[in-house]
């Protein structure tokens, strides 16, 4: 018998070290290494990638080789604190950094950009350098810099935690120079973002999109009344959420999403009535967090319904943060097709 609860009844409550618990790889992520990355042989980029990341790997941990002399001299540094990959949708950035994380000795920090600005909204940012101060390594997925504050925000918290000795390790699709170009003119931004990547020995790495798909179709929509059953016969024994889309919504505002990882703790598969789509950015936003957790966890979804690939506005689609929406989407239907279909979601 499948147990049922609802995503929209349930109030995490998360203490700092819970929180900080959570700064590990995901699920999906948990197992890789260096070793199960398999290079392109045609993209030469891949296999310096990973030696680049092998050699990064060896200075956790370890002060500053920087005699005194060097240092009263000003003489610079040949290496830098930070290592950046960037690169194109599903080369294998995240798998690569969490090889890294996985590789590299002592105390180590996992998340993604906006796990990050949320441990400082619910730490305060005085506790999180304090705290982040303590590890070896801090590895940061999915590098977004399209908001000014948050830009702001992480590039002191880099500062800081450089000073402080930590290794830093980042992600995105974008190179940070040009990271929210064309968005924000202010002169502020552009300073802090010129800092920020004089941090970071920038990395590209080329290639295909190793799950060698766009935007999957969305599986053919369940009848409202059939999907608990479906889920129910697919998964018995295992713990099943069951939401209408509307509640969920409406439950996400009142969970900071620094929460949603708990939020998901219990549950194996989510059953979801009538998804429709969302017209408030705010919300719209807070959905993609849930939607990462999701994927992270590798939650199968039965959904009835409008199909994930109306979930956001076209306003939306082609907005500011469409990046976002669109990787929710890609993730959402990912795992529908595993909830509905039975397809594993890479
Ligand atoms: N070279 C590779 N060898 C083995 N597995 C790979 C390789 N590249 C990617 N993968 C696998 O493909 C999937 C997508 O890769 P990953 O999530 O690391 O890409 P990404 O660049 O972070 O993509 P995104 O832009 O969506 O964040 C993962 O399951 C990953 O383990
Ligand atoms: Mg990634």
């Not at 920090?109 to 730490?123: I, Q, R």
């Amino acid at each position: 018998m499948a147990t049922i609860t609802h995503l929209s009844e349930t109030k995490p409550n998360v203490s700092i070290e819970e929180l900080l618990a959570g700064f590990h790889p995901s699920y999906r992520f948990g197992e890789v290494s260096f070793n199960t990355y398999r290079p392109d042989p045609s993209q030469p980029s891949q296999t310096e990638a990973v030696n680049k990341l092998k050699a990064f790997a060896e200075t956790v941990g370890k002060k500053d080789s920087g005699s005194f002399l060097t240092k009263l001299f000003g003489k610079k540094k040949e290496t830098k604190n930070g290592i950046y990959l960037d690169g194109g949708f599903g080369v294998g950035k995240t798998h690569l950094l969490a090889s890294l994380w996985h590789a590299a000795p002592g105390r180590k920090a996992f998340g993604t950009f906006v796990e990050y600005t949320n441990l400082v909204g619910a730490l305060s940012f005085r506790q999180t350098v304090d705290v982040l101060s303590q590890y070896s390594l801090v590895c940061i997925d999915e590098f977004e810099l399209d908001d000014p504050g948050d830009t702001v925000l992480m590039s002191r918290l880099m500062r800081e935690l450089s000073d402080a000795g930590v290794k830093l390790a980042a992600t995105s699709n974008t190179l940070p120079g040009a990271l929210g170009e064309g968005r924000f003119a202010a002169v502020d931004f552009q300073r802090e973002i010129k800092t920020l990547s004089e941090q970071f020995d920038v990395h590209r790495v080329e290639g295909e999109d190793f799950r060698h798909r766009g935007l999957p179709d969305a599986p053919v929509p369940l009848e409202d009344q059939q999907i608990e059953g479906f889920a129910e016969e697919r998964y018995p024994n295992k713990t099943l959420a069951v939401d209408h889309f509307d509640q969920l919504v409406a439950h996400l505002s009142q969970v900071h999403p620094s929460r949603y990882r708990q939020l998901l703790s219990e549950t194996d598969a989510l059953v979801l009535h009538n998804v429709d789509t969302i017209t408030d950015q705010a919300i719209a936003l807070r959905f993609v967090v849930l939607a990462d957790r999701l994927y992270d966890k590798d939650v199968p979804i039965i959904a009835s319904g409008k199909p994930f690939s109306e979930l956001f506005t076209p306003e939306m689609m082609s907005g500011g943060y469409q990046k976002k929406y669109y990787r929710a989407v890609s993730r959402l239907t990912a795992l529908a097709r595993e909830g509905q279909i039975g397809e594993p979601a890479i």
